[in-house]
């Protein structure tokens, strides 16, 4: 078992940064890919970005791309989050997930994803 917990979300004006934090605790000697997604009121889950094992590699859904910036940790088994230039349609709950067995093609389907956190709530004030 995994266990994920989000932090740094809050209220911020568009245009500004924030940057939410993911620690994993229990089973870190696996490997996973981790990923960000988001929801927002009366929507779906959407995919954010992710990123390798390695930490190599990053993805990012294109509402995102050259804005957002995933980073990961490995001594202090934690993931990265950093948003800026902010708009109020970034207004969501982040959830980051670990996925053990998610390959580059298929790491934006949150159904393969094995571990989720609880989520922080990030709103963008126009």
């Known amino acids: 078992q995994v266990q994920l917990a989000e932090s740094g979300g809050g209220l911020v004006q568009a245009g500004g940064s924030l940057r939410l934090s993911c620690a994993a605790s229990?089973?870190?000697?696996?490997?996973?890919?981790m990923g960000w997604f988001r929801q927002a009121p009366g929507k779906e889950r959407q995919f954010v970005g992710a990123?390798?094992?390695?930490?190599?590699?990053?993805y990012y859904a294109d509402a995102v791309k050259g804005r957002f910036t995933i980073s990961r940790d490995g001594a202090k088994n934690t993931v990265y989050l950093q948003m800026n230039s902010l708009k109020p349609e970034d207004t969501a709950v982040y959830y980051c997930?670990?996925?053990?067995?998610?390959?580059?093609?298929?790491?934006?389907?949150?159904?393969?994803?094995?571990?989720w956190g609880q989520g922080t709530q990030v709103t963008v004030s126009s």
């Open positions: 990123i390798s094992r390695s930490g190599g590699s990053t």
């Open positions: 997930a670990a996925c053990l067995k998610c390959t580059t093609l298929v790491m934006s389907r949150g159904l393969l994803y094995d571990y």
């Open positions: 229990g089973r870190t000697d696996r490997s996973y890919v």
